[in-house]
C-alpha cells in the first residue's frame, strides 16, 4: 500500500515538473516579452503555464472581447460570477478590480498592464496563493495570436503542480478556443 501511494505521488510530482518545463520551452520567446513582476519571474514561480492560439481576425476584435469581463461566462465556462468592481459597465480598464470565480474558487483581481490591443495582464492575491495572469496580443498576416500565460505561487500552486498540473493548461486552452470562435464569428 505505501508503495502504490509512493508510485502515485511520484507520478503526479513529475507530470507537474514535465508540465512546467515544457510550458516554459512552449512560451519562449512569448514569456520573455511578458512584464513579469520580480515575484513572478520565471526563474522563481511555483506554477507557470502557457497558452496560445491564432485568430483569423483584428487585434481591435479580440481585445474589445477580452475587456468586456463580465461576458466571459457567456461564452466560456471556465469563469463565473465575474464583476468589475469599480466599473458600472462591466469593463476592464487601466485601473480596474475585479472578482471572479474559476475552479470553484473565489479570486480578486487588479489589473496591472493595460496597453490596448497588446497587452492585459492581472494579479490576484491571497493568503493560499498569488498569481500574474498575462495576455499578448500579437499581429500577424492572418489576424493575431493570442497568448495567455500565468505564474503562480503559495500553497494552491504548489497544491495544483503536484495533483492537477494540467487542469489549468486546459481550462486555458478552452478559454482561448471560445475566444477564437467568438472573435472570428464577429469578424464575419
Known amino acids: ?17 514535465y508540465s512546467h518545463k515544457k510550458a516554459l520551452e512552449l512560451g519562449i520567446p512569448y514569456n520573455q516579452q511578458i512584464n513579469w513582476p520580480t515575484a513572478y519571474q520565471l526563474d522563481k514561480t511555483e506554477f507557470y503555464i502557457h497558452n496560445r ?4 481576425t483584428s487585434p481591435e476584435i479580440v481585445w474589445n472581447i477580452l475587456i468586456q469581463a463580465e461576458k466571459w461566462p457567456d ?24 472578482e471572479f470565480n474559476t475552479m470553484e474558487r473565489n479570486f480578486q483581481g487588479t489589473i496591472k498592464e493595460f496597453k490596448p490591443y497588446e497587452r492585459l495582464a492581472w494579479e490576484t492575491v491571497n493568503e493560499k496563493l498569488n498569481a500574474y495572469h498575462a495576455w499578448l496580443i500579437v499581429p500577424t498576416e492572418k489576424g ?23 487542469k489549468l493548461k486546459k481550462l486555458h486552452d478552452i478559454w ?3 475566444l477564437k470562435e467568438k472573435a472570428e464569428a464577429e469578424n464575419q
Open 1 to 17: 500500500m505505501k508503495r502504490s501511494i509512493f508510485t502515485l505521488l511520484t507520478v503526479l510530482l513529475l507530470n507537474g515538473c
Open 53 to 56: 492560439i491564432d485568430i483569423n
Open 75 to 98: 461564452w466560456y465556462t471556465g469563469m463565473s460570477q465575474v464583476s468589475v468592481v469599480n466599473a458600472e459597465d462591466g469593463i476592464l480598464r487601466s485601473n480596474s478590480k475585479m
Open 144 to 166: 493575431c495570436r493570442v497568448i495567455t500565460d500565468e505564474s503562480q505561487y503559495g500553497k494552491l500552486a504548489r497544491l495544483q503542480t503536484t495533483f492537477v498540473p494540467n
Open 176 to 178: 482561448l478556443e471560445k
